[in-house]
T-cell receptor, first 114, second 115 residues
Framework: DGGITQSPKYLFRKEGQNVTLSCEQN?????MYWYRQDPGQGLRLIYY???????QKGDIAEGYSVSREKKESFPLTVTSAQKNPTAFYLC?????????????FGQGTRLTVV | DQQVKQNSPSLSVQEGRISILNCDYT??????FLWYKKYPAEGPTFLIS?????DKNEDGRFTVFLNKSAKHLSLHIVPSQPGDSAVYFC??????????????FGQGTILTVHP
């Protein structure tokens, strides 16, 4: 079945440590996105990539880094510079060169800093 | 700067009645609008969309209305069912400028449908 897989579902990190969230898709989509959800704030865009080896900062990129070495994969690293990393992280993909198309989301990763 | 706003954090409706969820936007470059439904600890799932060349799109119990002059859209669910209880997000994208290729989401509205 085609879809987007995020792993792990739950992740615990100690303060000061970097952690990488995985996102893999087999939908053959060119574009991939990372969003963060906090209570009452909806989904905010962290980074997005419209093609392999290229990515752009979203609205809240500080303290995060990404790579896009393969079309299928778009891992997100939450660095120790991120002041408030505890949140629900969502990865999505879409076909950017098609107008009027929706993005498909993974099941999310809940990151908790302990 | 919140470009997509859902001003009602929550909505409570009786089963069988109509649910109306509202969304306002400020960016005139937006030309495609979507509604997503989300359950706790899951990713959002696409519900319905509308292009700016239309003012209404219907899919079964779900209808989205777009008022471009007011920069306002709404989602109508008729009749509402308890299984519709979830968080609903409005989202927008554009084909030009900085809005190209990415979705901007509202804060979400929690819909509760009572039996």
């Amino acid at each position: 079945d085609g879809g987007i897989t995020q792993s792990p579902k739950y992740l615990f990190r100690k303060e000061g440590q970097n952690v990488t969230l995985s996102c893999e898709q087999n939908l053959n989509h060119d574009a991939m996105y990372w969003y963060r959800q906090d209570p009452g704030q909806g989904l905010r865009l962290i980074y997005y990539s419209q093609i392999v080896n290229d990515f752009q900062k979203g609205d809240i990129a500080e303290g995060y880094s990404v790579s896009r070495e393969k079309k299928e994969s778009f891992p997100l690293t939450v660095t120790s510079a991120q002041k408030n990393p505890t949140a629900f992280y969502l990865c999505a993909s879409s076909i950017p060169d098609r107008m009027n198309t929706e993005a498909f989301f993974g099941q999310g990763t809940r990151l908790t800093v302990v | 700067d919140q470009q997509v706003k859902q001003n009602s954090p929550s909505l409570s409706v009786q089963e069988g009645r109509i649910s109306i969820l509202n969304c306002d936007y400020t960016n005139s470059m937006f030309d495609y609008f979507l509604w997503y439904k989300k359950y706790p600890a899951e990713g959002p799932t696409f519900l319905i969309s509308i292009s700016s060349i239309k003012d209404k799109n219907e899919d079964g119990r779900f209808t989205v209305f777009l008022n471009k002059s007011a920069k306002h859209l709404s989602l109508h669910i008729v009749p509402s069912q308890p299984g519709d209880s979830a968080v609903y997000f409005c989202a927008a994208s554009g084909t030009g400028g900085t809005s190209y290729g990415k979705l901007t989401f509202g804060q979400g509205t929690i819909l509760t449908v009572h039996p």
